[in-house]
């Protein structure tokens, strides 16, 4: 298999850990593991303390299969298969995806989403959004993209780098759009539950449509990335069993410490979300007031949902120099654009993180001193 270079974890790969602030990250922080294990219940707690660091089951542990269902109507832990994030979409594509499948996605986006369907041999067609409508991705849009050798749409709603989601009847008309037409649809919802109005949580693809395939995780609403522990859910047992096979492959199983960890923070998701909820909206708060006062410098589409939004650069300065000047001089992690493959003027910013407050008054200082655009 030849892929490009993954450019968004190449750019996180040179600066992520060297520089003294990221103001780009797109999860929420880190628990505590300590914190965490204060959480467990007597059943989570032994498995924890009499944990062997053997092999574990390929599909995943069943309790935490079965808590896994838990979080979706009509799904059964038969249809949840254990995987890291990552993996789960290269399994996925792999198997309903073949060479010379036209496969639409939206765009830009998580560049695993589109980048392993181009490696495969596929027709790819980029399904963009209209920024000066709030980032919407147009149903109409889709459809007219939609050919005879369309085998499947690639989704990622909740939306990375825009924080754009739909209406549900919007993403109801893509699914029927879907099945009227016999496609396989992937759908990335990495940063769901983390609505800033809960009232505009989408039911999960894999709960409305049968060729679906769900990706969820643990990395970004419930800030335990270093767990390593996602999943894919779909209700075709076909398309499962590929998956499955196709695993032993990758990972084989996933880690025994990762497994009772994401347990036991899935029983007390409760107080994780509401933890992360209420800190992104302080944290959009004061991203309002920021792009209020920096009108001149910077658009800024609200997101609706996640933890990241991309705003435009108004000056003449290209997000590269620009992200790449801040870092420098400021200690500040900006992520351009570019690393997505659109355009050169605009940057994601992350609002997940407790020092959000702290690192956005770092850049705004800067801004408004020597690294004032011209």
């Known amino acids: ?53 053997g092999y574990t089951e390929s599909l995943g542990l069943p309790l935490l299969r079965a808590e896994i269902a838990k979080l979706y ?32 996605c939206t765009w830009p986006g998580y560049q695993s989403l589109y980048e392993i369907a181009c490696s495969i041999g596929c027709d790819l067609d980029r399904w963009e959004p209209d920024e000066e409508s709030g980032w919407k991705f147009d149903v ?74 769900s990706l969820f995780g643990m990395s970004k609403t419930f800030g335990l990335a270093g767990t390593r522990i996602g999943w894919v859910i779909t209700r075709n047992k076909e398309l499962y069993q590929k998956m499955a096979a196709f695993k032993d492959y990758t990972t ?22 509401e933890r992360h909820v209420t800190r992104i909206k302080k944290n959009l708060s004061l991203l309002d007031d920021f792009f209020e006062r920096q009108k001149l410098l910077f658009r800024w589409v609200r997101p609706k949902a996640g933890t990241i939004g991309f705003p435009q650069i108004l000056f003449k300065e290209e997000a590269l120099p620009f992200c790449q000047r801040v870092i420098n001089e400021t200690g500040v992690m900006l992520l351009p654009s570019t690393v997505y493959g659109y355009g050169t003027k605009h940057f994601r910013l992350g609002f997940g993180r407790e020092n959000m407050p702290e690192v956005l008054a770092v850049f705004e200082k800067y801004l408004t001193g020597i690294g004032k655009p011209v």
């Open 73 to 104: 109507n009509g799904i059964s832990p038969e249809e949840v298969l254990v995987v890291a994030p990552e993996e789960g979409i290269f399994l996925a594509l792999h198997s309903f995806l073949d060479e010379d499948d036209h496969v639409i």
């Open 140 to 213: 109409h849009t889709l459809e007219k993209k939609i050919k005879p050798t369309t085998k499947a749409i690639i989704l990622n709603f909740p939306h990375n780098p825009t924080g754009y989601l739909p209406s549900r009847t919007d993403f109801e008309k893509i699914l029927s759009l879907a099945k009227k037409h016999g496609l396989y649809v992937f759908s990335d919802e990495m940063y769901r539950f983390l609505e800033i109005e809960s009232n505009d949580r989408l039911p999960s693809a894999c709960e409305l449509y049968e060729n679906a395939i």
């Open 252 to 273: 084989i199983c996933s880690s025994a410490p990762g497994e009772v960890l994401a347990l036991i923070a899935l029983r007390a998701q409760a107080r994780i979300i």
């Open 1 to 53: 298999m030849k892929i490009k270079p993954f450019a968004l974890e190449r750019f996180f790969a040179r600066y992520e850990f060297s520089v003294r602030y990221l103001l780009s990250s797109s999860d929420c922080d880190g628990l505590l593991q300590s914190e965490l294990l204060s959480w467990a219940d007597s059943e989570t707690r032994n498995l924890w303390d009499s944990l062997k660091l």
